[in-house]
């Protein structure tokens, strides 16, 4: 059996799954990668709220990263949850000394609950620190509003700001559109100032937990397997739209529903 590609996944712990290490470690296994992980935070939370989030000492996290690095031989890293400055600053440090093959950064901000999940003061260290080091970077509509400081009303405007967002990030963007009020998804991938589109149908789910981090995850699989960033893009779309169109909800003991992706399968 050919030993499989290598690819660290440093983001935050899910209790319920559905976002974060797990479903990094999902989406890797299903590309038959190996997936690593480095915890930064423990959050208490399911697809309806979160609740607590703990952070894991930045010694520690800093320990994870720099012993997987160590260890394995890492074709590629994707950062999620990094909760504040002191963690993003690290983080480019370790990165500026390594140079991984491929970085993909979601700048995990706003989680899909509404809750924000990320120190307003960091957002000028992921711009000017840690962004340029990456081969990608994969926010959302509220996320690219937040780094830009102004909206994104609608599908005309996306590529205007996803070339501002690589221009001033200093590096590739993917700009999803999934928050616009439209029957497709159109994603915009700005690779040294070309662009490529990827439009998908819009599908009758109710909940979208875990997405942001299962599609950055599947690019970085992908990339490890060797990719060209559009072709991994390509690829981790469409397993994306396989686990919403596959999602599952539990009945909870106290009445409500949980929505879940299925993650790990097509």
Do not use: W
Request: proline share 7%; hydrophobic share 45%.
């Amino acid at each position: 059996m050919p030993i499989p590609p290598v690819a660290l996944s440093i983001a935050g712990s899910d209790c319920s799954s559905g976002a974060g290490v797990q479903a990094d470690l999902k989406t890797f296994q299903y590309f038959q990668v190996h997936g690593l992980t480095a915890i930064t935070c423990i959050v208490s939370e399911t697809a309806n709220v979160v609740r607590a989030v703990h952070p894991v000492p930045l010694e520690i996290v800093i320990d994870q990263v720099e012993l997987m690095f160590d260890a394995f031989p890492i074709a590629a890293v994707k950062t999620g949850m990094l909760l504040s400055t002191p963690y993003i600053e690290a983080m480019t440090r370790i990165f500026s000394e390594r140079r991984p093959a491929a970085l993909v950064v979601d700048p995990v901000m706003i989680a899909s609950t509404g809750d924000s999940l990320l120190d307003p003061a960091a957002i000028g260290a992921y711009r000017e620190k840690l962004f340029p080091l990456a081969r990608l970077i994969t926010p959302n509509l509220p996320e690219a509003e937040t780094l830009l400081g102004g909206k994104i009303p609608d599908a005309a405007s996306l590529e205007p700001a996803a070339r501002k967002l690589a221009t001033l990030c200093r590096t590739n963007v993917l700009l999803k559109g999934g928050h616009l009020d439209s029957p497709e998804c159109l994603d915009l991938l700005i690779e040294n100032g070309e662009v490529h589109r990827f439009t998908t149908p819009r599908l009758a789910v109710r909940g979208s937990h875990g997405t942001g981090c299962t599609l950055s995850s599947a690019i970085a699989a992908r990339l490890a397997l060797g990719d060209a960033l559009p072709a991994a893009v390509a690829a981790a779309k469409h397993y994306l739209t396989g686990t919403l169109r596959n999602s599952y909800e539990f009945t909870s003991p106290s009445g409500g529903t949980v929505h879940a992706l299925n993650q790990g399968t097509m």
